[in-house]
């Protein structure tokens, strides 16, 4: 199911690469011409974006239609077909960009994802994302990172109270940036979780000293540190940890017994997956 809003960021994509018009296909083909593409698969990964590029498809011209082979979360390799699309030649070509521009970000987000998830496989520890996202992208990268078998952590500045070192210093600790936190919440009538960062054990104590916490981020703790910290928290809260989490390493920190780990490396830089959009003659 597409995310909100995703059929207007679409829209507005198209906008942006056709302009006053897709003047080479004008030029080149012909107005009542009809053809066939299909969606040609040139490396290893996780297949994610079918869904949107089905939309962006019906909104270049509902005549175009597609028979998907392949689905989102899929694993693919190099000569796999995941869909054929035909009808306007014209409106096939004029879509062409946008289709995998989204196709190849989010495909390349959800291997990427699948890798990391497959690291720590039978840990019990779940991967997930950060806000290290494209601006006005998140949605749509959230939604590949789910496609690759993660989970989302929150949306946005909405959706949970994270108090971060840079609160802590700012509201004059862990103890008053909590207590401040829980009165604004109990003042606006709010039910979102409450996650509070650390940065050693003694701010751990500290968290939990303070009491209706849902969730300790532990930033930056090197695996021994963190095994000491998921041990002394002792699932009065949820625990993730975060920082400098690789694919060499994440199954060290998930062995820890954490919870989560968030990656943000899963949607700043997760290169793209080599895809091509080949017409059938």
Request: hydrophobic share 45%.
């Amino acid at each position: 199911m597409l995310p909100e809003g995703t059929e207007d960021l679409i829209a507005r994509a198209l906008r942006e690469d056709i302009g006053t018009g897709d003047h080479t296909t004008l030029a080149t083909i012909r107005a009542d011409a009809h053809g066939a593409a299909h969606l040609l698969v040139k490396q290893e990964g996780v297949l994610a974006g079918v869904e949107l590029a089905e939309a962006v498809l019906r909104l270049q011209d509902p005549d175009l239609s597609m028979r998907i082979l392949l689905n989102d979360g899929a694993r693919v390799r190099p000569g796999d077909v995941a869909f054929i699309v035909k009808g306007p030649s014209r409106a096939i070509l004029t879509a062409e960009r946008v289709l995998l521009n989204f196709m190849q970000r989010m495909s390349g987000i959800a291997t990427m994802t699948a890798r990391f998830v497959e690291a720590v496989a039978d840990t019990g520890c779940t991967v997930l994302d950060t806000r290290k996202t494209t601006p006005l992208l998140r949605a749509v990268e959230k939604w590949a990172v789910r496609i690759g078998g993660g989970g989302n952590h929150r949306h946005g500045l909405y959706d949970m109270v994270l108090i971060k070192d840079n609160h802590v210093d700012m509201a004059g600790g862990i103890a008053p940036a909590v207590s401040a936190a829980q009165a604004y919440l109990e003042l606006h009538g709010l039910q979102i979780p409450v996650e509070v960062e650390t940065r050693d054990l003694e701010e751990v104590e500290q968290v939990l000293a303070c009491g209706g916490v849902d969730r300790i981020l532990l930033d930056n703790f090197a695996p021994p540190a963190l095994r000491q910290a998921v041990e002394l928290i002792a699932h009065r809260c949820a625990t993730e940890a975060s920082g400098g989490i690789t694919l060499a390493t994440a199954r060290a920190f998930a062995e820890t017994g954490v919870d989560h780990i968030s990656v943000g490396a899963l949607t700043h830089s997760p290169g793209s997956l080599d895809l091509s959009l080949k017409a059938l003659l």
